[in-house]
């Protein structure tokens, strides 16, 4: 069955200080894979998404993630957090099994301390 | 401006009562989806729909009824049957053209039982 996996609940960094968000997925195609942001008490707004070429893609407000097909993950990164991207993010895979979903991982939410 | 509408931003229901959330766009999109989201849980299918007068249960359907007459239009009820509806829905859609594969969502409507 498909599934996506975000080990971390939640993360603490320092404003400047550089990002990493773990995903791993189990899909056994090709996934399309992306990465969703929430505000709370908002809806999911996208930040980047990967369907195929260049694994290394770029999303906006600076993030960016690396899908490796050997460790099944897509990785979020920003090289600089700033205090506004304090939200949960959500890893995801689109999957097509009797029409087209989209699997959501459990989320990560991200404190950002000044 | 396009894009995805629900209505209310907030729900109160009753011991009993069915409730219908709205979830309209002006995307043109073909396909469009329901979710229910739980603190650490994220989100989960509730229903989806590929095609106007089409319609598929998802993970959690039980409790929820959704119809699909018009393509703009996916409205949800939450039926008496749904013993634990406190949550928050989310609206998505989607363009079922190749290497669109990406959910818009709406910004939810939160759920609260009287």
């Known amino acids: 069955a498909q599934s996506v996996t975000q080990p971390d609940i939640h993360i603490t960094v320092s404003e400047g200080a550089s990002l990493e968000l773990r995903c791993n997925y189990s899909?056994?195609?090709?996934?399309?894979l992306f990465w969703y942001v929430q505000s709370p008490g908002q809806g999911l707004q996208l930040l980047l998404k990967?369907?195929?070429?260049?694994?290394l893609v770029q999303g906006i407000k600076g993030f960016e993630a690396e899908f490796k097909r050997s460790q099944s993950s897509f990785n979020l990164r920003k090289p600089s957090v700033h205090w506004s991207d304090a939200a949960e993010y959500f890893c995801?895979?689109?999957?097509?099994?009797?029409?087209?979903?989209?699997?959501f991982g459990a989320g990560t939410r991200l404190f950002v301390k000044a | 401006d396009g894009g995805i509408t629900q209505s209310p931003k907030y729900l109160f229901r009753k011991e009993g009562q069915n409730v219908t959330l709205s979830c309209e766009q002006n995307?043109?999109?073909?396909?469009m989806y329901w979710y229910r989201q739980d603190p650490g849980q994220g989100l989960r299918l509730i229903y989806y729909?590929?095609?106007?007068?089409?319609?598929q249960k998802g993970d959690i359907a039980e409790g929820y009824s959704v119809s699909r007459e018009k393509k703009e239009s996916f409205p949800l009820t939450v039926t008496s049957a749904q013993k634990n509806p406190t949550a928050f829905y989310l609206c998505?859609?989607?363009?079922?053209?190749?290497?669109?594969?990406?959910?818009?969502f709406g910004p939810g409507t939160r759920l609260l039982v009287l």
């Open positions: 998505a859609s989607r363009t079922t053209s190749a290497t669109q594969e990406t959910q818009y």
């Open positions: 899909y056994g195609a090709t996934p399309y």
């Open positions: 990967y369907f195929s070429g260049d694994t």
């Open positions: 995801a895979v689109g999957v097509h099994t009797g029409g087209f979903k989209t699997i």
């Open positions: 995307l043109n999109h073909d396909a």
């Open positions: 729909s590929q095609i106007v007068n089409d319609f």
